[in-house]
């Protein structure tokens, strides 16, 4: 009898000191648990942070490179200008491509560009006469596709009469189109633009 009370007297001590020790083994598992989560959430995060990051600064890098390649055109043209390769001037338009010249002369395809450019070069062109692309402005309407507005400005080229013209400003605008990994000129319109008024018109 002395045992059995003894045994009835331990077994709710026991089975309190067993509750006890459950629960301080269980109660720190939830926190660790929340913090858990918690850490794998902010990795998540961060990986997405990393991922988009990324891609807005290769985006950023395609278009860059898109944006010179197009700005590339105009310049190629001017250079091809003063170097009189109507051929280099013609390629950098599309196949079918079409051109308006400052005199209001509509050509389409390589060989109508060719036809033009190479007398025009010739006649124009002599040893002191420059010619350079400035004031891009170029927007891509679609990634394949690009509008450009820019100032053509011509100096010291020989004119009709023989005289030479000291500064002819063009305004060109063309639509640049990617052919594959390389950029033409779809449609391209200049036209002469006002002169910049010299010294004595400024004063006035």
């Known amino acids: 009898m002395k045992t059995e009370e003894k045994e009835m007297k331990i077994s709710p001590t026991y089975r309190a000191a067993l509750f006890a020790a459950r629960t301080t083994d ?15 959430c902010l990795g998540l995060a961060f990986l997405m942070g990393t991922l988009v990051i990324g891609a807005t600064r290769s985006a950023s890098a395609s278009q860059a490179r898109d944006e010179a390649a197009v700005r590339a055109l105009g310049d190629n043209f001017a250079k091809a200008f003063l170097q009189k390769n ?20 509509f050509l389409q395809g390589h060989v109508a560009m060719v036809k033009d450019f190479g007398p025009e070069a010739e006649h124009a062109v002599n040893g002191s006469t420059l010619a350079a692309f400035s004031d891009y402005r170029i927007r891509f309407i679609k990634p394949d596709v690009a509008v450009v507005d820019a100032l053509l400005t011509v100096r010291n080229v020989n004119g009709p009469d023989g005289t030479t013209i000291p500064v002819i400003p063009i305004n060109f605008f063309f639509v640049a189109i990617r052919h594959g990994d390389q950029w033409l000129i779809e ?7 006002p002169a910049p008024p010299n010294g004595m018109t400024s004063q006035k």
């Not at 109507?86 to 002369?105: K, M």
């Not at 449609?187 to 002469?192: E, I, P, S, Y």
């Open 26 to 40: 269980s109660t720190p598992q939830r926190p660790k648990s929340v913090l858990r989560g918690l850490m794998h």
């Open 187 to 193: 449609d391209g319109r200049a036209h002469f633009a």
């Open 86 to 105: 109507a051929e280099v001037r013609a390629s950098l338009f599309a196949e079918d491509g079409t051109f308006v010249t400052p005199q209001g002369d």
